[in-house]
């Protein structure tokens, strides 16, 4: 029998409580992570952008990628310049307090690694099972934890359209081991409410039964500042949008130096946003 998956509420929950129960499950669904007035909205802004975008992978890295990321599926990155709602979702403050709890003790400070579109269509396989900070894989054990993450539910995530297969407890075991049927959960939850989960616990994307329905998804994760993140914030956001954001948001997309990592004429990055 399939694990059940812990889910708190997140309208009366605090990021130390919900960062423990990451730290014992490495999982866990959140309800009532976005206001339904922001969920509507954000869904505005990206039905234009999804509705002018086919499926697959434009421009893979690497061959392996183009399964991985899903030929039945929709995925876009340069959310904080595509979404202001996004932007928002940046400074989540459960998001944001568990980065804080689990990330600092390794760090100066996080930054934004990546936020996309993950939008799951009819006919789509199942995501080989992975950790995300495999990402990093040449850094071998043992290490501090790199990142944290949630998927956001635009939409309903049910089995059949692709709900997030999620292993809770897999963040503890042996980079080795590998998940039985039966140690695998699902991610159902309805739309507003996220996956947390962290970098080093094992997922992927659901297979897609249905024949006309969408599971659309925003992943946002943070990794500790010291390392390269895997999208190129800097190409993918345009420097005069990041100009009219909130100071934090430019500090995570990476204006902000981790002491003497990523500087700019041996200074701050952030003399780059100056009028």
């Known amino acids: 029998m399939a694990p059940t998956l812990e889910r708190i509420d997140g309208t009366d929950s605090d990021a130390h409580e919900l960062a423990a129960v990451l730290q014992r499950a490495g999982a866990v669904i959140v309800e009532n992570a976005i206001d339904p007035d922001d969920l509507a ?17 434009r421009n893979p890295s690497h061959d392996r990628m183009v399964d991985f990321y899903g030929k039945s599926t929709i995925r876009l ?18 998001l944001c307090g568990v980065a804080d709890t689990l990330l600092l003790p390794n760090c100066d400070d996080y930054l934004f690694n990546t936020g996309q579109l993950i939008q799951i269509g009819p006919g789509e396989t199942p995501q080989f099972l992975h950790r995300d900070e495999d990402a990093w894989g040449f850094y071998k054990a043992p290490k501090p934890l790199l990142e944290v993450e949630a998927m956001f539910a635009l939409t309903d995530f049910t089995i059949d359209n692709g709900a997030t297969q999620v292993v809770p407890g897999s963040h503890l075991w042996p980079a080795e081991r590998q998940p ?3 140690e695998i959960g699902r991610a159902e939850m309805s739309a507003g409410s ?10 992927g994307g659901g297979e897609n039964l249905t024949e006309d329905e969408w599971r ?31 100071t934090r948001v430019q500090e995570l997309l990476g204006y902000k130096a981790h002491i003497g990592i990523g500087v700019v004429d ?5 003399v780059m946003l100056a009028d």
């Open 180 to 182: 039985q049927s039966d």
């Open 77 to 94: 990155d340069g959310m904080p310049g595509r979404s202001a709602g996004f932007v928002e979702l940046m400074l989540n403050p459960l």
């Open 194 to 203: 996220a996956l947390f989960y962290l970098g080093s616990t094992i997922h």
């Open 216 to 246: 659309r998804g925003l992943f946002l994760g943070y990794v500790v500042g010291w390392l390269r993140a895997e999208e190129n914030s800097f190409l993918t956001v345009p420097i005069e949008k990041v100009k009219t954001m909130p």
């Open 266 to 270: 041996v200074g701050s990055p952030m």
């Open 41 to 57: 909205r954000m869904n505005a802004e990206l039905d234009s952008v999804v509705a002018s975008t086919e499926p697959g992978l």
